[in-house]
């Protein structure tokens, strides 16, 4: 049975004296419950936030990870170089990188693989345009962005791997895709990966992103295919976040 996880994208959204704050409120509150919780501070803030969580339960993660394990490559960070603090998850293909620094599916299965083999989760990040969506084409985009990453680095790979379905008009725009329309892709999703491996289709995580906020994240849960949210403003208020991470009791 897969476990539910919530997973906080602070962006470059936050200062130094914030994120201290965020994670001591978030450790003050934080309720007990039977699923996964990670935060993903810019790279800055990663060996202080990593301290600040070392005997709690919330893991750490980055927002991205280089495509290369060393060399030049002025203002990367490489995988292993998060491992030296113990990040366990990063996140890689976020639409925002996507769209503005370049990030094509090739870079997105080359940050894949560079997460894995330093065995650091990556949380796939996938999702359609509001164009995409209103010629009908949310499907192929998926499955494309999917595919890309599938063939290049295998389905064996995705054993240890989050898939995020984050659809980029959701994101940061107060729309939420409805859990119906959630719940559709997130099948979908699945059923993909259970062409190659059933057991593999069936375990592995796939949280849904864009504009998860308390009032929603309930419905988004009960659906049988979600198992939690890839949170971005939401992630930056510890009542909000908890709240959100609580739905899943519900
Ligand atoms: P919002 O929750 O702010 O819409 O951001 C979603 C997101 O991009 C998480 O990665």
Redesign the pocket.
Known sequence: MRKNIV?G?W?MKINHQSAQKLIDDMIAGMPSVDADIAVCPPYLYIPEVGQRLADSNIALGAQNVATHSEGAYTGEIAAVMLNDFNCKYA?VG???RRANYADTDETVGLRFKQALDANIIPVL?IGELLEDREQGNTFDVVAKQLNAVLDFVGIESFKNAVI?Y?PVW?????LTASAEQAQEVHLYIRQLLAEKDAQIAENIQIIY?????PQNAEALFAMSDIDGA??????LSADSFLKIYSSFQK
Not at 230 to 235: A, F, Q, R, T, Y
């Open positions: 997973i994208n962006k996140i976020h639409s925002e990040a995020a984050e959701a994101i940061g725009t107060g992103g864009g504009s998860v906020k890839l949170v971005g403003g939401d992630s």
